[in-house]
């Protein structure tokens, strides 16, 4: 009993110390743990703590004669403390009219919009991967030539967002093919997706093959090989990359430097941030568990978007490791479930 208060009283400690650290940005000292922890407790009883969870790297003192800031794992334990009181209920955002609402649109415009509203509302680095147009449920579609190697995707999603993808073919097709095809998917697959149509024609392909087209055939090695090209280029929308320029005491900035390089290529920073895309409602990586170059000193709060039972994309916040994670956290929930509904609005 004893080791259980003497462990949470160790805990509420810590707790106080980075939320204030958050707060103020400066090294917490003893005097201060001792006014804001709320406790009967002497500075002396607070150094020792302190000192003890610097021992177990909770913490560390920048300075001799400095208080103490909490390390990543300090942060990790912050996080994981405050998450069920971050998540608890339903959070609303006050947005502006032109939310993200349903309504007619093209795809990458939503995505752009919800890629601001992070920025804007977290002051930090918003960012949206978009999802692959395979798993997009559709109401209508339609294949154009456009060249002997080159067919055109129209697409409009079940939520009335419209958009194109050029595919590329080693297969001829004729605009009567494709038509054809166009027809056949819209009048027996409205409302699945092209991963759907995908798997059912493979599968039927080798019981009827005698009955299936010639066209359909074509337009399953067209797909098949749009699939494999999509894995590996997840376009990302990103917001609010001059934001950390107003925060750079918080960095390194050799390390802010090659970072911002790494935001120039953005096709690489979506295939390393879709690696974290995870069935969390919300998921908070810190620093050196991110496991990129040039994101020690870094925080990112994500979370993903889609149809109930399939996930599409993911989109969050990237910014400093001092931040207001009881803010950013709802916030980031909030909109993931705002484009969600979006996107799946039927």
């Known amino acids: ?56 790297a909770y913490l560390r003192q920048p300075h001799t004669s400095a208080g103490r800031v909490p390390t990543d794992r300090g942060l990790r334990f912050y996080v994981n403390y405050l998450f069920e ?19 007619s649109g093209d795809i990458e415009t939503l995505l752009s919009k919800t890629s601001q509203l992070l920025s804007e509302y977290s002051d930090n680095i918003g960012f949206v991967i978009s999802p692959q147009v395979s798993r997009l449920a559709f109401r209508h579609l339609r294949f154009i030539k456009i060249s002997e190697e080159k067919v055109l995707l129209l697409l409009v999603t079940t939520s009335d967002m419209v958009l194109n993808e050029v595919l590329e073919t ?38 009827h093959r005698l009955r299936v087209e010639d066209t359909m055939h074509k337009l399953t090695r067209l ?3 749009y699939f494999s090209l999509e894995q590996n280029e997840n376009q990302i929308f990103l917001q ?19 970072l911002f390089r790494s935001f120039e290529q953005k096709a690489m920073l979506a295939k390393l941030l879709s690696d974290f895309i995870s069935l969390d409602r919300v998921k908070v990586v ?18 993903h978007y889609g149809y109930d039972n399939q996930v599409l994309g993911s989109l969050g916040i990237i910014g400093p490791k001092q931040l207001p994670y009881k803010k950013i956290i709802p916030l980031v929930d909030c909109i993931a479930k705002q484009l969600s509904h979006t996107i799946s609005y039927r």
């Open 223 to 225: 797909l098949h090989a």
């Open 170 to 207: 080693r297969h001829y097709f004729t605009q009567v093919e494709l038509d054809r095809a166009s027809r056949y998917l819209n009048e027996n697959f409205r409302g699945k997706s092209l991963e759907v149509v995908r798997d059912y024609v493979l599968k039927e392909i080798p019981e």
């Open 240 to 258: 609010g990359t001059s934001k950390l320029l107003g925060k750079a005491e918080l960095f390194d900035m050799n390390r802010l430097k090659s």
């Open 1 to 56: 009993m004893k080791k259980s208060a003497r462990r949470d009283k160790n805990q509420h400690i810590l707790y106080v110390i980075v939320e204030n650290y958050l707060k103020v940005g400066k090294p917490i000292s003893s005097g201060m743990v001792v006014r804001r922890s709320g406790m009967d407790i002497s500075s002396a009883t607070v150094r020792n703590i302190m000192a003890n969870l610097e021992k177990n």
């Open 286 to 303: 810190i620093g050196s568990e991110m496991e990129i170059p040039d994101t020690a000193d870094c925080s990112l709060i994500l979370s």
């Open 85 to 103: 009181e971050a998540l608890l209920g339903e959070h609303t955002l006050n947005l502006p009219a032109e939310n993200l609402a349903a309504g």
